[in-house]
């Protein structure tokens, strides 16, 4: 079911949403919609990304080190929202396929940072190239205002869990 603004404007929506009230319902909790959402994009995502020979969790970890290099494993994986045990087999896959490079940080030698190989810049390009229509199609129907508010309420709910 849609909630359409008027329904919205109408009537709060937070009791329907809250797991502990009688009158819960899943269509009006927040965690179960943005779920449903990631798992979508995730299958439609996936399909571009797999054409050029990268699987989700690689996807992110460039999109990490496209924004900012070199950076602390242990960073790479809490921005990805990746346990460290597993972005460890992340990042030896990486390193095999020549994605990343990693070395001691100079700062801190205890520390292993990453780093994008040239051939991550190339990948990097081409996934962005992928994802740029899966983007634009999930965009569509929102203004610039809409965006901007998404994108803070989503800030929030995260800033609410910390």
Do not use: C
């Amino acid at each position: 079911m849609k909630l359409s603004q008027e329904y919205e404007l109408a009537e709060d929506l937070r009791p329907f949403g809250d797991p502990g009230s009688d009158e819960f319902r899943v269509d009006a909790y927040p965690f179960y919609l943005l779920n449903r959402a990631v798992s979508r994009y995730n299958v439609v995502i996936e399909s571009h990304l797999r054409q050029i020979g990268l699987d989700i969790p690689s996807w992110r970890v460039l999109m990490i080190l496209g924004e900012m290099e070199p950076l602390p494993i242990a960073q790479v994986a809490k921005s990805a929202v990746i346990n460290i045990s597993t972005m460890m087999r992340i990042v030896e896959r990486m390193q095999k396929a020549e994605l990343i490079e990693t070395a001691a940080s100079s700062s801190d030698g205890r520390v292993t940072e990453l780093r994008l190989t040239a051939t991550g810049h190339e990948k990097l390009a081409a996934a962005r190239e992928a994802a740029a229509p899966v983007y634009r199609k999930l965009i569509r129907g929102f203004s610039a205002t809409d965006f901007g508010r998404m994108l803070d309420m989503l800030g929030r709910l995260h800033d609410n869990l910390e």
